[in-house]
T-cell receptor, first 116, second 110 residues
Framework: GAVVSQHPSWVICKSGTSVKIECRSL??????MFWYRQFPKQSLMLMAT?????????EQGVEKDKFLINHASLTLSTLTVTSAHPEDSSFYIC????????????FGPGTRLLVL | GENVEQHPSTLSVQEGDSAVIKCTYS??????FPWYKQELGKRPQLIID?????GEKKDQRIAVTLNKTAKHFSLHITETQPEDSAVYFC?????????FGDGTTLTVKP
């Protein structure tokens, strides 16, 4: 159980376009999801916490108008990279919080974004 | 906020040897400490976790110890195998938030 999917797994786009990434919890409901960015050989950098039915909480230094997050249902959160530029190229990973005794995060497979 | 330090950043061991990765945290409110394994290009996978009311937990070749007073916890892998090669992340968590260490790249040489 506790499977999280992400779509797409790979995206290549031109500079200036917007890209939407979906994160779904397939077999459980997630009131909280997280979005991370990971650079090669580096750790997971938390971008924002997505709460179902409310506004996302962004970490310091992350532009909320640049990275739009919507958590419209208990199984889906989306991250939209608006007007993407080459410096936005990265590996984006979401996770969903499995509520219960252990507060475990389950990660999606990640989306690799390349902006040309 | 919480600050997690993880050491070493790289670790190379011979197959069959043990590997130990250590993390320290700063916020005494953290009460849940998971460890994740991430293979190249893949998602982090939870391999073991421990709560603050427990000092040690073991699952086959993997064990985690927690010293709440000193605010440090460690991952121990015994009888390492080449397939253990990956990046390992520790995290310190309290409800709703996790802070990750910078990761340890473990290489197990056959």
């Amino acid at each position: 159980g506790a499977v999280v999917s992400q779509h797409p797994s790979w995206v290549i786009c031109k500079s200036g376009t917007s890209v939407k990434i979906e994160c779904r919890s397939l077999d459980f409901q997630a009131t909280t999801m997280f979005w991370y960015r990971q650079f090669p050989k580096q750790s997971l950098m938390l971008m924002a916490t997505s709460n179902e039915g409310s506004k996302a909480t962004y970490e310091q230094g992350v532009e909320k108008d640049k990275f739009l997050i919507n958590h419209a249902s208990l199984t889906l959160s989306t991250l939209t990279v608006t007007s993407a530029h080459p410096e936005d190229s990265s590996f984006y990973i979401c996770s969903a919080l499995l509520q219960g005794r252990q507060e475990t995060q389950y990660f999606g497979p990640g989306t690799r974004l390349l902006v040309l | 906020g919480e600050n997690v330090e993880q050491h070493p950043s790289t670790l190379s061991v011979q197959e069959g040897d043990s590997a130990v990765i250590k993390c320290t945290y700063s916020d005494s409110a953290s009460n849940y400490f998971p460890w994740y394994k991430q293979e190249l290009g893949k998602r982090p996978q939870l391999i073991i976790d421990i709560r603050s009311n427990v000092g040690e937990k073991k699952d086959q070749r993997i064990a985690v110890t927690l010293n709440k007073t000193a605010k440090h916890f460690s991952l121990h892998i015994t009888e390492t195998q080449p397939e253990d090669s990956a990046v390992y992340f520790c995290a310190a968590s309290f409800p709703g938030k996790s802070t990750f260490g910078d990761g340890t790249t473990l290489t197990v040489k056959p």
